[in-house]
T-cell receptor
């Protein structure tokens, strides 16, 4: 069974640029959630994707957007990067429906200069 | 307003003793609770979960207790081992209410001393 994978591992961007982060879900999982973890904080929910549609969104501006593909992999796109976007971005996969555990990938460390 | 609170930023215990990590929540809609363990530069690793229909769940050295009336849960690790040293996050969700997003606390850093 393949776990959740994310790419790239690290990324450095400058303010105003755009970034795309990628996630492959664990085999058998059909739902992907994205979280942002700032230093010293717990992960914060960005949004969730199920059947290629956004299914719930946290308190993040529209410049955070995403996609889910037919193979359940997902992308997180962030436009007009700001310094405060520097964080660890975590992807988690799960089975939709009920109390199903989310399993996390290793994360992408984004630094915005 | 933080809906999930871990009021102890850090905890230090001796190897072989019990570690008790605490978590409080405010949203009565939460009905599924999880504990994750996180090492630096890694993603959170799932440890154990509990549904609101239970008050205890056990998996090896890890036991989670849920007190719904107090909106409190705790994770017990017995016996504690140096490899347990990590940051532990409590998380909650409301799947029966239609929300599967996880709401996390800020974490408690556990150090187990040999």
């Amino acid at each position: 069974e393949t776990g959740v994978t994310q790419s790239p591992t690290h990324l450095i961007k400058t303010r105003g640029q755009q970034v795309t982060l990628r996630c492959s879900s664990q085999s058998g999982h059909n739902t992907v959630s994205w979280y942002q973890q700032a230093l010293g904080q717990g992960p914060q929910f960005i949004f969730q994707y199920y059947r290629e549609e956004e299914n719930g969104r946290g308190n993040f501006p529209p410049r955070f957007s995403g996609l889910q593909f037919p193979n359940y992999s997902s992308e997180l796109n962030v436009n007009a990067l700001e310094l405060d976007d520097s964080a660890l971005y975590l992807c988690a996969s799960s089975l939709r429906g009920g109390a199903n555990t989310q399993y996390f990938g290793p994360g992408t460390r984004l630094t915005v200069l | 307003d933080q809906q999930v609170k871990q009021n102890s930023p850090s905890l230090s215990v001796q190897e072989g003793r019990i570690s008790i990590l605490n978590c409080d929540y405010t949203n009565s809609m939460f009905d599924y609770f999880l504990w994750y363990k996180k090492y630096p530069a890694e993603g959170p690793t799932f440890l154990i979960s509990i549904s609101s229909i239970k008050d205890k769940n056990e998996d090896g050295r890890f036991t989670v207790f849920l007190n719904k009336s107090a909106k409190h849960l705790s994770l017990h690790i017995v016996p504690s081992q140096p490899g347990d040293s990590a940051v532990y996050f409590c998380a909650a969700s409301a799947p029966r209410g239609g929300s599967e997003k996880l709401v996390f606390g800020k974490g408690t850093k556990l150090t187990v001393n040999p």
